[in-house]
């Protein structure tokens, strides 16, 4: 039996193979590259190229692929083998510099927003040397971008590197401030938690919803929910486990670093999460994760479902996504330091978090912002839809100290100033966790918990990168020209502080009286898609992107039509699918059952008409008026859906579907629902949630 070191990243070009495959002069230049950004010479990259060919074709592959990031939300590959005709008419494997560097790929059938014509199909992929190749299912995977010939970002993966170099510029200019000469480069990290149910497959094949939407469109509440809270961290099932152990197995091999595996809080749900690394390849690999977990789940004759909301009444799934700021030489920017210089450095970074999410808080949103994750925010074990954050009672309260220039504790006498004067030692876990907060302070990173379980994580890291960035920037801007550092860093946390204290809620952010107190505060409320969207659009985050360079205002233009345009033809596929599901399976079977209680009534009566058919004359009725209830919502909604055919903007196609068809998709549902609850198990012609739930 192989233990795990033996075999973990054995299907990685890491660090460890380049250096055994390549010559000391090529691995340097290689790494060099890679520090730099600089473009590769084509004769390293062939060297290169050739490495990687026999490595990956000794471990059994025959084709390689550049393996991108586009905006459907998933991965995209398109594979090429490695023959070439030799001059005797047999072949040879090769695979040269060029072809590892950039890829030309048909970009037509892709989301581009308007930034291109249907007819200019060119696009190209370039190698993001920063994250390793790998190989999946006989396939040399390379990471890359994704662009337009225009040059034009296609990609969730160009924007959130362009936002990781726009923060180490502004991060640099900080610690150069207080003397961290040592220091050449930070990076941001993230272990993103990723939450995901696992139901029977044969049940799933049954329900037209799972297959089309990935979310149940009706279904009634089982007799049991998650109300004992008997499964969250409780055993866990052996055909589940034995998924989790090939799981594991699997994304070792592939480097990913899986480290935590457990039941959550509803029937059937689940959760895996992984150890930091750095953001771009922390994307990736959670992108690889989500693609295993729904390939396997299939091998164990299960269902790996990663919609937000897959079912009402019980949680839905989301991805926790903790994130920190960490230096080349290991110094993480969120942890207290040991000396007041060091606190004050903290205490800077932190407040530019602060700030950050107070003024973008609005870009927070959009970042997690979908038709599936509309379902959850602000449901059962997910936050509201309002950006808040938690910093804990100990550390809000030194921030209010420094905000009045008043004592600290009872036995800290003096004022606290930022710099080389008296400031406490900042105490570690000395706080609950916040499960309810969107943004919360975890000691030594951030959480934030608004993400949805289906999404690519590059979209919102890109965000808080940027947005972090540009405070950082106003702070360089103003120390770097002040006259004494000290003083001008007190004032400026101060200030900071004072100014942006609002965002900061260390409450139950499930309590409504929270969102009246987040009103009263002048916080955003943006409890839709729909509400969120243009917020991207707007001229404080052209602004933002285009200052850093991160999205171009076009490319913002394109990603806000893609998302908006997304948003309506997932909410219209759902719609479409409730039709479906209604006229030719529920409606069907309802009638049917409804002929069997009528012939019973009339069975009844004809043997005697003294027998008593109180139960199935008031059932009738009830199936009845239930049945012509939801007939007029499935009519309803056929028109609502005729109606969006003909509406041309998509910002009008957006409001529509979330005022008129969203609305009458849930009338159709509580009918439906309440049918299910009388209508006789024998004749529903679909698994209930009861099955779905405790199926596996």
Same mark, same amino acid.
């Given at each position: ?51 990687? #060919? ?7 592959? %025959?084709?390689?692929? @550049? ?61 993001? !040397? ?85 979310? %149940? ?60 690394? =750095? =953001? ?14 729904? +390939?396997?789940? +299939?091998? @164990? ?9 897959? $079912? ?128 919360? $302070? ?32 106003? $702070? ?5 020209? !002040?006259?004494? $550092? ?26 409504? =009286? ?17 509400? !969120? ?44 699918? *409730? ?20 012939? =019973?009534?009339?069975? #009844? ?59 009458? *998709? ?31």
């Amino acid at each position: 039996m192989k233990l795990v070191p033996d075999y973990f990243g054995c299907y990685v070009f890491d660090d460890k193979v380049m250096r055994e495959r390549l010559s000391e002069e090529t691995y340097n230049l290689l790494k060099r590259t890679i520090k730099d950004g600089r473009s590769l010479n084509l004769s390293v990259a062939n060297t290169v190229a050739n490495a990687m #060919k026999d490595w990956a074709v000794e471990l059994g592959a %025959t084709h390689f692929t @550049h393996w991108f990031q586009p905006m459907t939300g998933i991965t995209a590959e398109k594979h090429d083998s490695f023959i070439s005709p030799d001059k005797d008419g047999g072949v040879i494997m090769e695979f040269s510099g060029k072809e590892l560097i950039k890829g030309e790929s048909d970009a037509s059938s892709f989301p581009s927003g308007g930034l291109r014509a249907t007819f200019e199909a060119r696009g190209y992929t370039a190698w993001d !040397a920063t994250s390793y190749a790998f190989i999946k299912d006989g396939v040399l995977c390379i990471p890359t971008v994704f662009c337009s010939f225009s040059g034009d970002a296609l990609d969730k993966k160009t924007p959130l590197l362009r936002s990781m170099e726009a923060l180490n510029r502004q991060v640099m200019r900080v610690l150069k401030l207080f003397g961290n000469e040592d220091v050449t480069s930070v990076k941001t990290t993230v272990g993103p938690e990723q939450e995901y149910f696992l139901i029977d497959k044969d049940m799933f094949l049954q329900r037209k919803d799972l297959i089309y939407t990935g979310r %149940t469109l009706f279904g009634a509440k089982p007799p049991k929910g998650q109300e004992l809270e008997d499964h969250y961290f409780g055993v866990i099932k052996p055909r589940v486990q034995a998924f989790m152990n090939e799981l594991n197995e699997q994304l070792w091999k592939l480097g990913v670093l899986a480290k935590t595996e457990h039941n959550e809080t509803a029937p059937a749900q689940h959760e895996l999460a992984p150890i930091f690394t =750095t =953001t771009n390849i922390a994307a990736d690999h959670n992108q690889l994760m989500m693609e295993t977990m729904q +390939k396997l789940a +299939k091998k @164990h004759n299960l269902v790996c479902l990663l919609h937000e909301k897959p $079912f009402e009444g019980v949680n839905g799934s989301g991805k926790h996504n903790n994130w920190s700021i960490s230096t080349n030489t290991g110094v993480n920017l969120f942890e207290p330091g040991e000396t007041p210089y060091e606190n004050a450095q903290f205490l800077l970074f932190l407040c530019s978090v602060l700030k950050a999410v107070d003024d973008y808080q609005d870009l927070l949103r959009v970042s997690v912002a979908s038709a599936g994750n509309d379902h959850r925010l602000g449901a059962n074990e997910a936050p509201p839809a309002v950006v808040s954050m938690f910093l804990g009672t100990e550390l809000t309260e030194i921030l209010e100290a420094i905000e009045k220039d008043e004592p600290y504790g009872v036995k800290e006498q003096e004022l606290l100033r930022v710099g080389v004067h008296t400031l406490p030692k900042f105490p570690k876990d000395t706080t609950d966790r916040n499960r309810t907060s969107p943004f919360a $302070f975890t000691g030594n990173k951030f959480e934030f918990r608004m993400l949805g379980s289906s999404a690519s994580i590059s979209g919102s890291n890109t965000v808080i990168n940027t947005a972090v960035a540009e405070v950082l920037k106003q $702070f360089a801007d103003e120390l770097e020209s !002040a006259p004494d $550092f000290e003083k001008a860093l007190h004032a400026l946390i101060k200030r900071v502080i004072t100014e942006h204290k609002r965002i900061i809620f260390n409450g139950n952010g499930y309590d409504d =009286t929270w969102l009246a107190e987040a009103e009263k505060r002048g916080l955003l409320n943006l409890k839709t898609t729909p509400d !969120a969207l243009p917020y991207f659009i707007s001229e404080k985050s052209i602004a933002l992107f285009t200052t850093h360079k991160v999205y171009t205002e076009r490319e913002l233009r394109s990603h806000y039509n893609i998302l908006t345009r997304s948003y309506c033809n997932l909410v219209g596929i759902e719609a479409k699918t *409730m039709v479906d599901m209604t006229k030719k399976d529920i409606l069907p079977a309802v009638s049917e059952y409804s002929q069997v209680v009528g012939n =019973t009534i009339l069975t #009844k009566r004809s043997v005697s008409e003294a027998l008593n058919c109180a139960y199935e004359t008031t059932m009738l009725a009830s199936i009845s008026a239930l049945t012509a209830s939801a007939f007029a919502s499935v009519r309803a909604l056929e028109k609502a859906l005729e109606k969006a055919s003909k509406i041309e903007g998509v910002d009008q196609l957006a409001v529509h579907y979330r005022d008129e068809i969203l609305p009458t *998709m849930s009338k159709l549902r509580g009918a439906v629902d309440e049918l299910e609850t009388i209508v006789s198990a024998k004749y529903w012609p679909m698994p209930t949630y009861g099955d779905l739930l405790f199926g596996v």
